[in-house]
């Protein structure tokens, strides 16, 4: 059920009804045109990665800046950004099931939609939608770079999966899905530096046998923010579908540089505004926030600007603070701003951002494809 706004326009951000998903929108802003600044020159172009933000209004922002379209992992994802006006979509996960897939063939006047297999079952099934649709869809090859989790091995088993959709009268080939996960929260720069060469090497081998058997591939595609840098420099991905950039988390906080210090490109500007709803004992306090507002797979929310305080527990409804003696005790209803762990989760328990700027809400925008799963 879509929940009431937490907020109105206008309002002062200690007015605000938590918890709530709060959006820095100068941090925000400041986000998105980095990303914009540091591949400006670069052949590889951003489809920004909408399981982050699940918002048209977000999407529209990106595009407005230079991304090229979005990814999405779910066909309803697909579904709410292309109502919402996205006009170029790759679903760039395996899609299973002839239900979702007539949903998907079913948005092809509305956007270009593209879909990812690694198996030739997929490919018959696909041809299935797209012929019963009338429609001609892209689809992608996924290649297992070294996260282990879907595509097939790289080389001649994906070249000839890449010749079935070729050769299918209502499927087009539209390249290769290169991206490798695991990397993405390797720590040391060195450490992801040696898994993306790795997988960018797997993508120009692939790519080389497609053209010897007279495949152009269009499009290779992967990376996220915590590597895609890497991937833009590499001359072989051309599409980086970095998600997490606009918001920016804790985890991703933790990844470090060449200097050995935490990566700092972007600004963090998603947080959960929580009210301190009990301080009944010394050196502890709790909030409105527990597992049900923020996610904790990635490790428990930062308390922002309060390195004196911890996030230190979470229960379905409280989070516990704890702090030392050197610090003031937390009075009822003082708000506090978290730093989600792992932004993606969190965004998809709520309703609404709230956009802030000045201590004040500007705007409030719908999680559009909040649950979206299908």
Request: glycine residues 10%.
């Amino acid at each position: 059920m879509l929940q009431a706004p937490p907020a109105e326009p206008g309002m002062r951000e200690d007015e605000i009804d938590t918890p709530a998903l709060v959006l820095d929108l100068d941090a925000f802003e400041y986000n998105l045109g980095r990303m914009a600044a540091l591949l400006e020159g670069s052949s590889a172009r951003l489809r920004a990665h909408a399981k982050t933000h699940k918002s048209p209004v977000i999407a529209g922002l990106q595009a407005a800046r230079g991304a090229v379209g979005q990814c999405v992992q779910k066909v309803a994802e697909a579904e709410v950004l292309a109502w919402g006006g996205v006009r170029d979509i790759l679903v760039s996960n395996e899609v299973v099931g002839a239900r979702k897939l007539a949903r998907l063939a079913a948005l092809a006047p509305i956007a270009e939609v593209a879909v990812c297999v690694d198996d030739s079952a997929q490919i018959a099934a696909i041809e299935a939608a797209a012929r019963d649709a009338g429609r001609r869809l892209s689809v992608l090859v996924e290649i297992d770079v070294g996260a282990g989790r879907c595509g097939v091995a790289p080389g001649p088993e994906a070249v000839a999966l890449a010749q079935a959709i070729a050769a299918s009268p209502h499927l087009r080939f539209g390249g290769l899905q290169a991206y490798h996960g695991s990397a993405q929260h390797l720590r040391r720069i060195e450490e992801r530096a040696a898994a993306i060469g790795v997988a960018a090497e797997s993508a120009r081998r692939t790519v080389e046998q497609l053209r010897q058997v007279g495949l152009a591939c269009p499009i290779v595609g992967g990376a996220g923010t915590g590597t895609f840098a890497i991937e833009a420099a590499s001359g072989v991905y051309t599409e980086l579908q970095a998600g997490s950039y606009c918001f920016m988390d804790a985890d991703y906080a933790r990844n470090l540089d060449e200097a050995g210090r935490p990566v700092t490109l972007f600004r963090h500007a998603l947080f959960v505004l929580a009210t301190v709803m009990s301080a009944a004992r010394p050196g502890t306090a709790v909030l409105d926030a527990g597992h049900k507002a923020v996610a904790v797979d990635c490790g428990l929310p930062l308390v922002w600007q309060r390195p004196d305080v911890r996030y230190i527990g979470a229960s379905d409804e409280h989070g516990t603070l704890a702090f030392g003696p050197e610090t003031s005790a937390l009075k009822l209803e003082e708000k506090l701003r978290l730093i989600p762990g792992h932004c993606d989760p969190t965004v998809d328990r709520y309703d609404w951002y709230v956009g802030v700027r000045n201590g004040r809400v500007e705007c409030l925008w719908p999680v559009a494809a909040r649950g979206a799963m299908t």
